[in-house]
Protein backbone atom coordinates (compact mmCIF):
# COMPACT_ATOMS: atom_id res chain seq x y z
CA UNK A 1 0.00 0.00 0.00
CA UNK A 2 2.93 2.56 0.62
CA UNK A 3 3.96 1.67 -2.65
CA UNK A 4 0.90 2.43 -4.10
CA UNK A 5 0.70 5.87 -2.77
CA UNK A 6 4.44 6.77 -3.10
CA UNK A 7 3.34 5.83 -7.01
CA UNK A 8 0.32 7.83 -7.05
CA UNK A 9 2.15 10.97 -5.61
CA UNK A 10 5.31 10.77 -8.15
CA UNK A 11 2.52 9.94 -11.25
CA UNK A 12 1.34 13.99 -9.17
CA UNK A 13 4.31 15.09 -9.74
CA UNK A 14 5.27 14.01 -13.02
CA UNK A 15 1.83 15.87 -14.53
CA UNK A 16 2.98 19.04 -12.71
CA UNK A 17 6.43 19.31 -13.61
CA UNK A 18 5.07 18.78 -17.29
CA UNK A 19 2.35 21.20 -17.06
CA UNK A 20 5.32 23.49 -16.07
CA UNK A 21 7.42 22.37 -18.97
CA UNK A 22 4.18 22.67 -21.70
CA UNK A 23 4.30 26.69 -19.74
CA UNK A 24 7.80 27.18 -20.51
CA UNK A 25 7.51 26.07 -24.27
CA UNK A 26 3.89 27.52 -24.93
CA UNK A 27 5.90 30.97 -23.32
CA UNK A 28 8.79 31.29 -24.77
CA UNK A 29 7.52 29.49 -28.46
CA UNK A 30 5.25 32.77 -28.33
CA UNK A 31 7.58 35.22 -27.95
CA UNK A 32 10.02 33.96 -30.34
CA UNK A 33 7.20 33.28 -32.61
CA UNK A 34 4.84 36.37 -32.20
CA UNK A 35 7.56 39.41 -30.36
CA UNK A 36 10.83 38.38 -32.79
CA UNK A 37 8.94 37.05 -35.86
CA UNK A 38 11.06 33.69 -35.60
CA UNK A 39 10.15 31.11 -37.80
CA UNK A 40 8.04 28.43 -36.31
CA UNK A 41 10.76 25.78 -37.08
CA UNK A 42 13.54 27.65 -34.98
CA UNK A 43 11.37 29.04 -32.62
CA UNK A 44 9.65 25.29 -31.68
CA UNK A 45 12.97 23.84 -31.22
CA UNK A 46 14.42 26.34 -28.91
CA UNK A 47 11.34 26.52 -26.51
CA UNK A 48 11.10 22.74 -26.25
CA UNK A 49 15.03 22.44 -25.94
CA UNK A 50 13.81 24.88 -22.82
CA UNK A 51 11.31 22.71 -21.45
CA UNK A 52 13.11 19.39 -21.78
CA UNK A 53 15.97 21.07 -19.75
CA UNK A 54 13.14 22.12 -17.00
CA UNK A 55 11.74 18.94 -17.19
CA UNK A 56 14.80 16.70 -16.75
CA UNK A 57 16.00 19.15 -13.64
CA UNK A 58 12.60 18.11 -11.89
CA UNK A 59 11.78 14.95 -12.15
CA UNK A 60 15.08 13.90 -11.37
CA UNK A 61 15.61 15.87 -8.50
CA UNK A 62 11.49 16.01 -7.08
CA UNK A 63 9.46 13.76 -8.97
CA UNK A 64 11.83 10.62 -8.54
CA UNK A 65 14.28 11.74 -6.35
CA UNK A 66 16.19 9.33 -4.00
CA UNK A 67 15.49 6.56 -6.71
CA UNK A 68 19.13 6.45 -8.30
CA UNK A 69 21.39 9.60 -9.35
CA UNK A 70 20.74 11.04 -12.64
CA UNK A 71 23.44 9.38 -14.07
CA UNK A 72 24.98 10.31 -17.72
CA UNK A 73 23.14 7.48 -19.77
CA UNK A 74 19.74 8.24 -18.24
CA UNK A 75 20.43 12.05 -19.41
CA UNK A 76 21.10 10.99 -23.27
CA UNK A 77 18.05 8.54 -22.93
CA UNK A 78 16.20 11.07 -21.64
CA UNK A 79 17.37 13.22 -24.34
CA UNK A 80 16.58 10.53 -27.06
CA UNK A 81 12.94 10.35 -25.83
CA UNK A 82 12.37 13.73 -25.67
CA UNK A 83 14.31 13.86 -29.65
CA UNK A 84 11.48 11.74 -30.71
CA UNK A 85 8.75 13.50 -29.13
CA UNK A 86 10.07 16.76 -30.71
CA UNK A 87 9.91 15.31 -34.44
CA UNK A 88 6.68 14.07 -34.05
CA UNK A 89 5.74 17.54 -32.61
CA UNK A 90 7.76 19.66 -35.78
CA UNK A 91 6.37 16.79 -38.05
CA UNK A 92 2.43 17.35 -36.67
CA UNK A 93 3.08 21.00 -37.11
CA UNK A 94 4.53 20.59 -40.51
CA UNK A 95 1.00 18.70 -40.98
CA UNK A 96 -1.04 20.95 -39.34
CA UNK A 97 0.32 23.95 -41.74
CA UNK A 98 0.70 22.13 -45.10
CA UNK A 99 -1.83 19.11 -45.12
CA UNK A 100 -4.92 20.71 -43.45
CA UNK A 101 -4.11 24.53 -44.18
CA UNK A 102 -3.55 25.92 -40.39
CA UNK A 103 -2.01 28.97 -41.13
CA UNK A 104 -1.83 29.93 -37.27
CA UNK A 105 1.71 28.74 -35.39
CA UNK A 106 -0.50 29.35 -32.02
CA UNK A 107 -3.35 26.61 -33.06
CA UNK A 108 -0.91 24.90 -34.74
CA UNK A 109 1.21 24.64 -31.74
CA UNK A 110 -1.92 24.10 -29.62
CA UNK A 111 -3.55 21.11 -31.62
CA UNK A 112 -0.22 19.06 -31.86
CA UNK A 113 1.17 19.25 -28.33
CA UNK A 114 -1.17 16.74 -26.46
CA UNK A 115 -0.11 14.31 -28.98
CA UNK A 116 3.72 15.26 -28.16
CA UNK A 117 2.89 15.09 -24.80
CA UNK A 118 1.45 11.22 -24.75
CA UNK A 119 4.61 10.00 -26.76
CA UNK A 120 6.78 11.85 -24.41
CA UNK A 121 5.10 10.36 -21.57
CA UNK A 122 5.03 6.96 -23.01
CA UNK A 123 8.74 6.98 -23.34
CA UNK A 124 9.62 7.82 -20.14
CA UNK A 125 8.12 5.12 -18.59
CA UNK A 126 9.19 2.53 -20.72
CA UNK A 127 12.46 3.79 -21.17
CA UNK A 128 14.10 6.46 -19.05
CA UNK A 129 12.51 5.83 -15.33
CA UNK A 130 12.00 2.21 -15.49
CA UNK A 131 12.80 -0.20 -12.73
CA UNK A 132 15.60 -2.19 -11.56
CA UNK A 133 18.14 -0.67 -12.67
CA UNK A 134 17.12 -1.65 -16.51
CA UNK A 135 17.17 1.13 -19.42
CA UNK A 136 17.19 4.57 -17.07
CA UNK A 137 17.76 2.66 -13.69
CA UNK A 138 14.42 4.71 -11.83
CA UNK A 139 11.32 3.82 -11.25
CA UNK A 140 8.01 5.42 -11.93
CA UNK A 141 5.92 2.76 -11.09
Not at 59 to 70: A, D, I, L, V
Amino acid sequence: MKDLKHTIFQFIKFNLVGLLNTAVDFAIYTLLTEVFGVVYFVAKTLSYTAGVLNSFFFNSRWTFRGEGKGTGKQFMLFVAVNLVSLGVSLGGMYLCKNALGITSDFWSNLIVTPVAMVVNFIGNKLFVFKADGTKGGRTQE
